[in-house]
């Protein structure tokens, strides 16, 4: 499976609430250069899986419309994700030869610390808009191998 992971874009600070905060201007941009760099690269996702956040949503949204493909709302995907939640889950997909999860910050760079089988406390960051992609043939801590990361300004 080629596991495609976006943390999404810039966000607004100003909102009621964490889970209500949508997307900058900058933020819509980015979007929009990630699923272009997408297209142009003939990537290829069979389901774009969403954080509810709508920062998340509106990412994933553009995606999946650029894309054409299904997107699909995990409530798993929110902010507090674990690593182990998250392989749990991913066994669902397993039919999927490309996935894309839209998401947060620290949760994907301990998911990609999990996957790669490198210790919890390794230092990764992963930025807003940045796409990182993991070919994973089993799912399990350490069996994963990292194709590439690349932050958005990049693409």
Request: contains cysteine; neutral net charge.
């Amino acid at each position: 499976m080629q596991l495609y992971l976006l943390r999404h874009a810039d966000a607004d600070t100003q909102a009621e609430n964490d889970d209500s905060r949508r997307l900058s201007p900058k933020g819509i941009e980015q979007a929009g250069r990630v699923a272009r760099f997408c297209e142009a690269h003939e990537l290829q996702l069979s389901l774009v899986a969403t954080s509810p956040l709508r920062r998340a949503r509106e990412t994933a949204q553009v995606m999946a419309e650029q894309m054409r493909s299904e997107l699909f709302m995990a409530p798993w995907l929110a902010c507090g994700m674990t690593p182990q939640t998250a392989v749990e889950e991913l066994k669902a997909f397993r039919g999927h030869n490309s996935l894309m999860l839209v998401g947060h910050e620290p949760d994907f760079s301990q998911l990609i610390a999990h996957l790669l089988g490198m210790p919890s406390n390794t230092q990764i960051s992963v930025r807003k808009a940045s796409l990182t992609l993991l070919e994973i043939a089993v799912l399990r801590a350490g069996a994963a191998r990292l194709e590439f990361t690349m932050p958005c300004r990049l693409m």
